[in-house]
């Protein structure tokens, strides 16, 4: 199921949201114990110290990071504001996620309304947006309310090592009409498959790339569809201009 799993969430267009103790940083900070009571942890905070300065990323998880679209790329955490910058700078520190892209909350509860923002903003569907948690209560909570994917950062152990990549797909540029949402000259990706090219294509993907010369017909048609499109398209439709 691993291997499976993080295939999909390393894909183009799969917003993953990331937790960070426990998930990106080690929740190491106790001598001999995971934590420090909360009241040594906020004396220390308030007295200036850059909790996350000395803090190293885990390797998996940075691999899989570096090997994904950024801009899918989200940070959820709960954060106490003394801690706020020294976490916030961490993460773009050691693992390159736009300061933009980096929200943190003051209660766990507060993930799954952020993942609702998300949605919203993004104009995707749940589906199309995981959190990534070592909480199960969290996960459980969103589980059971909501659609999105709920992925425990133990599934990153065994695949993690193998820095798992998107499959490298052909580029092609359409030549002619065929099907009702296509647009002349429309940029895809897609794998060889039987004398055809097997594509899936993402609504959102088809606007982005052709605003310009879709009519507001062809939009509204293209993303009222709204979910991914499998198309087989014969290869003399086909110019292929990135191998």
């Known amino acids: ?11 183009n267009g799969m917003v993953v949201v990331f937790d960070v103790d426990g998930v990106l940083a080690p929740y190491e900070w106790g001598l001999r114990k995971h934590c ?17 300065s000395h803090v190293k990323p885990i390797k998996c998880m940075q691999d899989f990071i570096k090997n994904k679209r950024i801009e899918d790329v989200y940070i959820c955490s709960k954060s106490e504001k003394a801690e706020y910058e020294s976490k916030k700078n961490f993460c773009i520190r050691e693992y390159g996620i736009p300061q933009e892209h980096v929200k943190l909350v003051e209660h766990k509860s507060d993930k799954v309304l952020f993942l609702d923002e998300l949605l919203e903003k993004l104009n995707t569907f749940p ?19 909501r659609h999105y994917y709920t992925v425990h950062f133990s ?10 990549k998107p499959k490298k ?14 647009v002349e000259d ?14 899936d294509v993402i609504a959102e993907d088809i606007v982005r790339l052709n605003k310009n010369i879709m009519s507001g017909d062809e939009i509204y048609d293209c993303l009222y569809e709204g979910d991914d499109f499998i198309w087989d398209y014969k290869k003399e439709n086909l110019e292929l201009i990135e191998d």
């Open 36 to 52: 420090m009571s909360d009241k040594e942890w906020t004396s220390i905070l308030e007295s200036g110290v850059d909790m996350y």
């Open 169 to 182: 797909l052909k580029k092609y540029r359409v030549k002619k009409l065929k099907y009702t949402f296509d």
């Open 127 to 145: 589906e199309k947006i995981a959190i990534v948690e070592d909480t199960v209560e969290t996960l459980n909570e969103i589980a059971n309310t």
């Open 1 to 11: 199921m691993s291997k499976k799993l993080i295939e999909e969430l390393s894909s």
């Open 186 to 199: 429309m940029i895809i990706e897609g794998e060889d498959h039987e004398g055809g090219v097997f594509v």
């Open 155 to 164: 599934s990153f152990f065994e695949e993690g090592k193998k820095k798992v």
